[in-house]
């Protein structure tokens, strides 16, 4: 199984990203996928879950209204759009196979600071 999480960086509040995460090596449309995140001396947080075809879609409640998670089965991608990026926001993001985050990839560090 290999996620590659990119699309981090320096981003002042209020501003928005895009995540991206390249998947490989399963059969990518049988699984659902998740964003998880880190924040500094945190532990790892559940963000956002999309099913395998991305009908549903399901968020947690500090992010709900402001990310939207989306997935390409046909090119083995799940995104996340962030807007109105917030402080609380700074962490670094991965994208995972499971939602407790025993199979994620290398993630990619959003920082929000003005």
């Known amino acids: 199984v290999q996620l590659q999480a990119s699309g981090g960086g320096l981003v002042q509040p209020g501003g928005s990203l895009r995540l991206s995460c390249a998947a490989a090596g399963f059969r990518f449309d049988n699984y659902w996928m998740y964003w998880l995140r880190q924040a500094p001396g945190k532990e790892l947080e559940w963000v956002s879950s999309i099913t395998t075809y991305g009908s549903y879609t399901y968020y947690a409640d500090s992010v709900k209204g402001r990310f939207t998670i989306s997935r390409d089965n046909a090119n083995n991608m799940v995104y996340l759009e962030m807007n109105d990026l917030k402080a609380d926001d700074t962490a670094v993001y991965y994208c995972?196979?499971?939602?407790?985050?025993?199979?994620r990839g290398q993630g990619t560090l959003v920082t929000v600071s003005s």
């Open positions: 995972a196979r499971t939602k407790a985050g025993d199979i």
